[in-house]
């Protein structure tokens, strides 16, 4: 998962929790209630970081 600002993801379908790792620190975030068409639109996305910024922060 190439990208400057995301380290790695993680969803877990159960909780609909999604983990976001970021980069350089490394911190783990966690969001609630995230949708599964949110986190497969997220993963597809071409920048993850455009795509979290837009999507997901904030509103999760």
Known sequence: MPSTV???INYDPAT???????VP???RYDFYDVPP??????RKA??????????IRDRY
Do not use: D, E, M, P
């Open 16 to 22: 609909r929790t999604l983990s976001v790792w970021f």
């Open 37 to 42: 068409q949110t986190y497969a639109a997220f």
């Open 6 to 8: 995301i380290q790695s």
């Open 46 to 55: 071409w920048s993850k970081g455009r795509f979290f910024n837009a999507f």
């Open 25 to 27: 620190s490394g911190n």
